[in-house]
């Protein structure tokens, strides 16, 4: 069966603070794709990032980072020096190949005070 | 280019009522899904469009839900006659069917509160 799970239900930190958000999935495909999305107050779902399997690279883009660790089959997002337009839910999810559907986990409440 | 919509953002029913929810997705965008978040939940899947045929509804909770996508352009999401744990918020989501890769691109969702 597949699974995310975000153990981390809300974090609170101050700006310029760094904070890193948990993501571990189950899946016994060897080929799938992970993603990142933010819930912004607005409600809409914002695309960050996708990562295929077989990509074990880490990316950055611009205070946002991401660490692909399959041996721990974990999928973290770090923000560096945090904004407070960075406040959101943040949520990582599974899709597994020949499927279409996404699994997510339960989502990250990020804070971000001034 | 307008992004996903969906109406109404915001439904009080009362038990045993119907509703009807609305999705536009983004234009030419074949492939339309709906999701649906119990409070404090994950975010789970109900049903997935490939233009106006269903290539997925094993999401779906049970037989009071119905969707359509006439014409494969907007879909609708009918709950009848709604429960108490049919409250959440439901999204829809669209995506290109050669394009893009597998990036949905979410709605705003409509919170749907049965008393």
């Known amino acids: 069966a597949q699974k995310v799970t975000q153990a981390q239900t809300e974090i609170s930190v101050v700006e310029k603070e760094d904070v890193t958000l948990d993501c571990v999935y189950e899946?016994?495909?060897?080929?799938?794709?992970l993603f990142w999305y933010k819930q912004p107050p607005s409600g809409e779902l914002v695309f960050l990032i996708r990562?295929?399997?077989?990509?074990?690279q880490n990316e950055i883009s611009g205070r946002y980072s991401w660490n692909f660790q399959k041996s721990t089959s974990s999928f973290n997002f770090t923000i560096t020096a945090s904004q407070v337009v960075d406040s959101a839910v943040y949520f990582c999810a599974l899709r597994v190949h020949n499927t279409d559907k996404l699994i997510f986990g339960t989502g990250t409440r990020l804070q971000v005070f001034p | 280019e307008a992004g996903v919509t969906q109406f109404p953002s915001h439904s009080v029913i009362e038990k045993g009522q119907t509703v009807t929810l609305r999705c536009d997705p983004i234009s030419g965008h074949d492939n339309l899904y709906w999701y649906r978040r119990v409070m404090g939940k994950e975010i789970k899947f109900l049903l997935h469009f490939v233009k106006e045929s269903k290539q997925d509804e094993s999401g779906m909770p049970n037989n009071r839900f119905l969707a359509e996508r006439t014409g494969g352009t907007y879909s609708t999401l009918k709950v009848q006659p709604a429960e108490l744990e049919d409250s959440g918020v439901y999204f829809c989501?669209?995506?290109?069917?050669?394009?893009?890769?597998?990036?949905?691109?979410f709605g705003p969702g409509t919170r749907l509160t049965v008393t």
């Open positions: 899946t016994r495909d060897t080929t799938y794709y």
């Open positions: 989501a669209s995506s290109h069917l050669l394009i893009g890769g597998y990036e949905q691109y």
């Open positions: 990562r295929n399997s077989f990509d074990e």
